[in-house]
């Protein structure tokens, strides 16, 4: 404080001459403004002349006048001081809303938007809300949309009420007053400075007296910023090493630095007193500090004692469940592990089961609610079935196709199945390369790779052994995805082959139709036609045999009756070749419809084959 | 600015580390850029109350002048899931005035921000997610306050 005086004694002597000039000439000083610093307006002293001139003519007549007028001096040196502190721009203004306040203050003196005391409290006169001027005019300035030239407006932050900020906006000087006069720290605080001020006086501190701010140092050519408390210690802008961590810097930066950045410097540590190294203080408090109360090791297994780290140990020695604590722990750990692993096999576990039942659910619908034992003997009844069916299909079908392949059904007729215990899995190759009209021999028990094959090689679907090969380690896992996948690829082939057999059928069939509708009008057309011969032939029959009748009856001559009986004969060989020629036209026919059911036949034949 | 704004959360975060409504607790607010707060919801059968809520607090450095972004979070452990209301997304952003720009106040904090969400969802009666939830929630990119729900519903 007393550096602070003396730096402060030449200003003081320049003002009192400035003020002595002033007062012999009877004018009235001019307004020290600071225009440039919006928060020391409260600092500002404006001169009315017409009340200046009413003190300066009392300042004879009363001492009260001497008084007021020493007052506004001291007022006037302040404003000068701050301003030349402020216009050397070493020390920023004070934010007011950053200060620490020291005692606790009314909660209706709070801004509701900053939550500081007000600044420069503002009331909007619609609805008689207050905040500080700076808040209310930020708060504006984001949701106005457009300049208002009737100066800020916008609505209240508490009730939404459209307000403005008018000229007579500005709050009674109480409220200043009683919010200018609470006491705040410092903002140097962290440097070091212990002061707490008035907060309307905290500008000062900092740009005046507050000796942990800065200002320019004394010496000649040299305009480094320097704390205000070394100032009178001659320039400390040279630079220096520091002892503990050997960085270079600005002896004015020693102190600071030694205080709050210095790695390497010995601190007391706060719990056993002990100099520690300041960057590793942290790490000495949490692991090694003697002096910081540890619980015991055992603390998990429910030993209470909490003691001193230094005595810990002792106890720990002693103490049974500190000594279990580790193999405990390791116990611990080994059973998480097998939880983990438990909870993975399980996991499989469902899988598979979830797969059985989707197996078992595709084969066997109507018994898949059979308790388990029945499903070994189901399979054994069930599965040859469907090999059966199989091979009776494409028995058939071969028939129809080709006969060579009864050759390599004596090729093949040696090979048999692998025993279903065997775990080796059967080759899906060699179930690909078996001949399609083998009969295979229904294995003993459930062989999920079996049952495709006999329809595999006479539909394209894709061979087993695009599947990927079951793993050897696990006998279950893979082959029961084959068999779901090969009953998929199966039921889509089936239902592909049944449409396509559906669709044959209806074209054969309509194809039939059409061929014997023609086939009844040609025949009818023929029986019409046979109809009117025999007609004629009857009809020339009896005329014959009238003519023979009326002849024998007539008794003509020999002669005449032979040629008679020539033209009759020839006539009658005619009629006879038309008859025969009907037959003919007839059995022809006959033929023809055999032909056609013999197609049909041959069609469905081959339907039934596909199917 | 940035002082002001970390002044402020300074003094919430000591108010809120004091006392707090029932229901809400602060997680975490390690920085004063994000806070985590839970909430659980009182007698309303759609939220029971061993179900807890997450809620995510950005802070600009404009805070209090802007509103903070504030958003349901989901994790796993512990278990929070995005509350089912129909002003609430699946992915969490929250449709409430008070959150967007013309609706939010600097007089608002925290603690005001967490208890209109609560009762929000305590009296809510439809157990379902906004119209629009799956669209919106594929499409949507840009954040939370940037985007101009339309506030049809009056009840909220
Ligand atoms: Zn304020
Ligand atoms: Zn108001
Ligand atoms: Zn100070
Ligand atoms: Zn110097
Ligand atoms: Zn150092
Ligand atoms: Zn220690
Ligand atoms: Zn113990």
């Given at each position: 404080?007393?550096?602070?005086?003396?730096?402060?004694?030449?200003?003081?002597?320049?003002?009192?001459?400035?003020?002595?000039?002033?007062?012999?000439?009877?004018?009235?000083?001019?307004?020290?403004?600071?225009?440039?610093?919006?928060?020391?307006?409260?600092?500002?002293?404006?001169?009315?002349?017409?009340?200046?001139?009413?003190?300066?003519?009392?300042?004879?007549?009363?001492?009260?006048?001497?008084?007021?007028?020493?007052?506004?001096?001291?007022?006037?040196?302040?404003?000068?001081?701050?301003?030349?502190?402020?216009?050397?721009?070493?020390?920023?203004?004070?934010?007011?809303?950053?200060?620490?306040?020291?005692?606790?203050?009314?909660?209706?003196?709070?801004?509701?938007?900053?939550?500081?005391?007000?600044?420069?409290?503002?009331?909007?006169?619609?609805?008689?809300?207050?905040?500080?001027?700076?808040?209310?005019?930020?708060?504006?300035?984001?949701?106005?949309?457009?300049?208002?030239?009737?100066?800020?407006?916008?609505?209240?932050?508490?009730?939404?009420?459209?307000?403005?900020?008018?000229?007579?906006?500005?709050?009674?000087?109480?409220?200043?007053?009683?919010?200018?006069?609470?006491?705040?720290?410092?903002?140097?605080?962290?440097?070091?400075?212990?002061?707490?001020?008035?907060?309307?006086?905290?500008?000062?501190?900092?740009?005046?007296?507050?000796?942990?701010?800065?200002?320019?140092?004394?010496?000649?050519?040299?305009?480094?910023?320097?704390?205000?408390?070394?100032?009178?210690?001659?320039?400390?802008?040279?630079?220096?090493?520091?002892?503990?961590?050997?960085?270079?810097?600005?002896?004015?930066?020693?102190?600071?630095?030694?205080?709050?950045?210095?790695?390497?410097?010995?601190?007391?540590?706060?719990?056993?007193?002990?100099?520690?190294?300041?960057?590793?203080?942290?790490?000495?408090?949490?692991?090694?500090?003697?002096?910081?109360?540890?619980?015991?090791?055992?603390?998990?297994?429910?030993?209470?004692?909490?003691?001193?780290?230094?005595?810990?140990?002792?106890?720990?020695?002693?103490?049974?469940?500190?000594?279990?604590?580790?193999?405990?722990?390791?116990?611990?750990?080994?059973?998480?592990?097998?939880?983990?692993?438990?909870?993975?096999?399980?996991?499989?576990?469902?899988?598979?089961?979830?797969?059985?039942?989707?197996?078992?659910?595709?084969?066997?619908?109507?018994?898949?609610?059979?308790?388990?034992?029945?499903?070994?003997?189901?399979?054994?009844?069930r599965i040859p079935l469907l090999l059966e069916d199989g091979d009776s299909a494409r028995r058939r079908h071969t028939r129809l196709e080709s006969t060579d392949v009864e050759d390599m059904d004596e090729q093949f007729s040696g090979f048999e199945f692998p025993s279903p215990?065997?775990?080796?899995p059967m080759s899906s190759r060699l179930i690909a390369s078996l001949p399609p009209s083998r009969p295979a021999p229904p294995p003993p028990?459930?062989r999920p790779q079996d049952l495709p094959e006999p329809f595999s090689t006479d539909f394209d679907m894709p061979f087993p052994s695009a599947f990927?090969p079951?793993?050897?380690?696990?006998?279950?896992?893979?082959?029961?995805?084959h068999?779901?996948?090969m009953h998929?690829a199966l039921r889509d082939e089936l239902s592909r082959v049944s449409t396509a057999v559906q669709e044959l059928d209806?074209r054969q069939?309509?194809h039939t139709?059409?061929?014997?509708?023609?086939?009844?009008?040609?025949?009818?057309?023929?029986?019409?036609?046979?109809?009117?011969?025999?007609?004629?032939?009857?009809?020339?029959?009896?005329?014959?045999?009238?003519?023979?009748?009326?002849?024998?009856?007539?008794?003509?001559?020999?002669?005449?009756?032979?040629?008679?009986?020539?033209?009759?004969?020839?006539?009658?060989?005619?009629?006879?070749?038309?008859?025969?020629?009907?037959?003919?036209?007839?059995?022809?026919?006959?033929g023809?419809?055999q032909v056609r059911a013999q197609a049909r036949r041959g069609h469905s034949e081959e339907g039934r084959t596909k199917l | 600015?940035?002082?002001?704004?970390?002044?402020?959360?300074?003094?919430?975060?000591?108010?809120?580390?004091?006392?707090?409504?029932?229901?809400?607790?602060?997680?975490?607010?390690?920085?004063?850029?994000?806070?985590?707060?839970?909430?659980?919801?009182?007698?309303?059968?759609?939220?029971?109350?061993?179900?807890?809520?997450?809620?995510?607090?950005?802070?600009?450095?404009?805070?209090?002048?802007?509103?903070?972004?504030?958003?349901?979070?989901?994790?796993?452990?512990?278990?929070?899931?995005?509350?089912?209301?129909?002003?609430?997304?699946?992915?969490?952003?929250?449709?409430?005035?008070?959150?967007?720009?013309?609706?939010?106040?600097?007089?608002?904090?925290?603690?005001?921000?967490?208890?209109?969400?609560?009762?929000?969802?305590?009296?809510?009666?439809?157990?379902?997610?906004?119209?629009?939830?799956?669209?919106?929630?594929?499409?949507?990119?840009?954040?939370?306050?940037?985007?101009?729900?339309?506030?049809?519903?009056?009840?909220?």
């Amino acid at each position: 404080m007393s550096r602070s005086r003396s730096f402060s004694r030449s200003p003081r002597q320049s003002i009192q001459a400035r003020f002595g000039f002033f007062d012999a000439s009877q004018q009235p000083p001019m307004p020290i403004h600071s225009s440039s610093n919006p928060t020391g307006n409260l600092l500002e002293v404006t001169f009315p002349p017409a009340e200046l001139q009413r003190s300066m003519s009392s300042n004879h007549a009363s001492l009260r006048g001497m008084r007021r007028l020493e007052a506004r001096r001291q007022m006037e040196e302040t404003n000068y001081l701050s301003s030349k502190a402020r216009s050397q721009n070493l020390n920023p203004p004070v934010d007011l809303r950053l200060l620490d306040y020291v005692t606790p203050y009314d909660d209706n003196l709070m801004c509701p938007v900053c939550r500081c005391a007000f600044i420069d409290p503002v009331v909007l006169v619609e609805c008689d809300h207050c905040f500080c001027r700076d808040c209310i005019r930020q708060t504006w300035a984001t949701t106005a949309s457009a300049y208002t030239p009737l100066g800020p407006r916008g609505d209240c932050p508490s009730c939404r009420t459209p307000a403005k900020l008018g000229a007579r906006s500005a709050t009674s000087k109480i409220l200043v007053n009683i919010t200018d006069d609470l006491v705040v720290r410092c903002p140097n605080s962290e440097q070091g400075c212990e002061a707490t001020v008035k907060r309307g006086e905290v500008q000062d501190h900092v740009g005046i007296y507050c000796g942990y701010s800065k200002q320019e140092c004394y010496a000649e050519d040299c305009e480094q910023p320097v704390r205000r408390r070394d100032a009178d210690l001659g320039c400390l802008h040279y630079n220096v090493t520091c002892f503990d961590c050997r960085e270079t810097m600005q002896k004015a930066e020693l102190e600071a630095h030694w205080k709050a950045k210095c790695p390497d410097r010995k601190v007391a540590c706060p719990q056993c007193q002990e100099p520690i190294l300041s960057r590793v203080l942290d790490k000495h408090s949490r692991e090694m500090c003697p002096a910081v109360t540890v619980s015991c090791p055992g603390a998990v297994l429910g030993c209470t004692s909490r003691s001193k780290r230094s005595q810990a140990e002792v106890h720990a020695q002693t103490c049974t469940l500190a000594i279990l604590a580790p193999v405990l722990a390791a116990q611990k750990q080994r059973l998480d592990e097998q939880e983990v692993v438990q909870r993975t096999m399980s996991r499989k576990l469902e899988v598979l089961e979830s797969g059985f039942a989707a197996v078992e659910e595709i084969l066997y619908p109507k018994h898949s609610v059979q308790a388990k034992e029945d499903d070994v003997r189901a399979d054994e009844r069930r599965i040859p079935l469907l090999l059966e069916d199989g091979d009776s299909a494409r028995r058939r079908h071969t028939r129809l196709e080709s006969t060579d392949v009864e050759d390599m059904d004596e090729q093949f007729s040696g090979f048999e199945f692998p025993s279903p215990t065997s775990s080796r899995p059967m080759s899906s190759r060699l179930i690909a390369s078996l001949p399609p009209s083998r009969p295979a021999p229904p294995p003993p028990g459930p062989r999920p790779q079996d049952l495709p094959e006999p329809f595999s090689t006479d539909f394209d679907m894709p061979f087993p052994s695009a599947f990927p090969p079951p793993a050897a380690h696990g006998p279950y896992v893979s082959p029961l995805h084959h068999l779901l996948s090969m009953h998929e690829a199966l039921r889509d082939e089936l239902s592909r082959v049944s449409t396509a057999v559906q669709e044959l059928d209806g074209r054969q069939s309509m194809h039939t139709l059409n061929e014997n509708l023609r086939m009844r009008e040609e025949m009818g057309y023929l029986g019409a036609q046979v109809t009117g011969l025999s007609r004629q032939v009857g009809w020339l029959t009896s005329t014959q045999l009238q003519r023979q009748q009326h002849q024998h009856g007539a008794g003509v001559g020999s002669s005449a009756g032979g040629g008679g009986m020539d033209g009759i004969a020839g006539a009658g060989a005619g009629v006879e070749a038309a008859v025969s020629a009907v037959g003919a036209a007839a059995s022809a026919l006959r033929g023809a419809a055999q032909v056609r059911a013999q197609a049909r036949r041959g069609h469905s034949e081959e339907g039934r084959t596909k199917l | 600015m940035a002082g002001m704004s970390g002044k402020r959360l300074q003094k919430e975060l000591a108010k809120i580390t004091g006392v707090l409504p029932p229901g809400i607790t602060l997680v975490s607010a390690e920085n004063l850029r994000e806070w985590q707060m839970d909430l659980t919801v009182p007698d309303n059968p759609i939220y029971p109350a061993d179900h807890v809520y997450r809620l995510k607090f950005m802070f600009s450095t404009n805070y209090p002048i802007e509103a903070p972004e504030c958003t349901f979070i989901q994790l796993s452990t512990p278990v929070r899931k995005i509350p089912i209301h129909p002003h609430i997304y699946s992915n969490g952003i929250i449709c409430l005035d008070l959150l967007d720009k013309q609706g939010w106040s600097p007089v608002h904090n925290v603690e005001s921000v967490c208890i209109s969400i609560q009762s929000m969802l305590a009296s809510n009666t439809k157990n379902e997610r906004p119209p629009g939830d799956a669209e919106f929630v594929r499409s949507n990119r840009s954040r939370p306050r940037d985007i101009n729900f339309l506030y049809h519903d009056p009840s909220v």
